[in-house]
């Protein structure tokens, strides 16, 4: 398959498993406790696609959805964890206005976070494309 056609393949992919089929269950990975299984749903979505591009592409190479869950399992968890980046919450515009240095710093620290978990993200696909081209 062209290198091209696979990275877009692997961005919409990203699209629907991380917001699209994102429901209201797997949100739960937000939360100090019980937050394993939300997450591992989560997860397995975006496991199984990435499993259905493999299958099409290189059936040998079925074990890279393994990798892209544990990647995307670890990353997310320290971005949800309340105690880990989740700690830090987006104000709304009109929040901004009256929110505290804290609060504003927090604010930054939340993008930050959010930047870097669709970074990692990003850079799985990336690694598996080019597995999926180059092994």
Not at 44 to 54: D, F, N, R, S
Not at 94 to 108: F, K, L, V, Y
Request: positive net charge.
């Amino acid at each position: 398959m062209h290198l091209v056609l696979l990275l877009l393949v692997f961005e919409t992919k990203h699209l629907f498993a991380d917001y699209l089929l994102q429901g209201e269950y797997m949100l739960g990975k937000f939360r100090r406790q019980g937050w394993v299984r939300p997450l591992a749903a989560h997860c397995a979505v975006h496991a199984l696609m990435t499993l259905a591009i493999c299958l099409v592409v290189r059936p040998e190479l079925f074990w890279l959805a393994a990798v892209d869950f544990g990647i995307h399992f670890v990353m997310d968890r320290v971005k949800a964890s309340p105690d880990l980046l989740g700690r830090y919450k987006a104000l709304s515009a009109r929040e901004m206005p009256t929110a505290t240095a804290e609060e504003r710093r927090g604010n930054r620290y939340f993008w930050w976070s959010l930047g870097f978990d669709q970074y990692v993200h990003q850079l799985t696909s990336l690694a598996i494309v080019a597995c999926l081209t180059c092994l």
